[in-house]
């Protein structure tokens, strides 16, 4: 059992960063993949970075296509936390920001239901 808690979101204007953060309870942090969605009111939960499990350069990454070139992914095992950086946040960034982790030994998953455990998530919004 992981159990994670997010932080970091907040309100912030269009252009903006924030970092959001991600702490899991336990020993096993890095055995798991991590991955970080959002879900927008009345929107389905979509699928926004993922990490594999070291992390680090010897890791791996992958974005959303809405998101790349301005979001980041990053862990520190040691800490048991996932970080997202948020950069260049647009209006349509807000929604409520959540971490997922996925003990699965595939590739990195966009799919939110291959996560085996979920943060209560972080609100971010973005105003204009």
């Known amino acids: 059992q992981v159990q994670m808690v997010e932080s970091g979101g907040g309100l912030v204007q269009a252009g903006g960063s924030l970092r959001l953060s991600c702490t899991a309870s336990?020993?096993?942090?890095?055995?798991?993949?991590m991955g970080w969605f959002r879900q927008a009111p009345g929107k389905e939960r979509e699928f926004v970075a993922a990490?594999?499990?070291?992390?680090?350069?010897?890791?791996?990454?992958y974005y959303a296509e809405s998101v790349k070139g301005r979001f980041t992914i990053s862990r520190d095992n040691a800490k048991n936390t996932v970080y997202l950086q948020l950069n260049s946040l647009k209006p349509e960034d807000t929604a409520v920001y959540y971490c997922?982790?996925?003990?699965?030994?595939?590739?990195?998953?966009?799919?939110?239901?291959?996560?085996?455990?979920w943060g209560q998530g972080t609100q971010v919004t973005v105003s204009s």
């Open positions: 990490i594999s499990r070291s992390g680090g350069s010897g890791g791996s990454t």
């Open positions: 336990g020993r096993t942090f890095s055995s798991y993949k």
């Open positions: 997922g982790a996925d003990n699965d030994v595939g590739p990195l998953s966009v799919v939110a239901g291959r996560y085996n455990y």
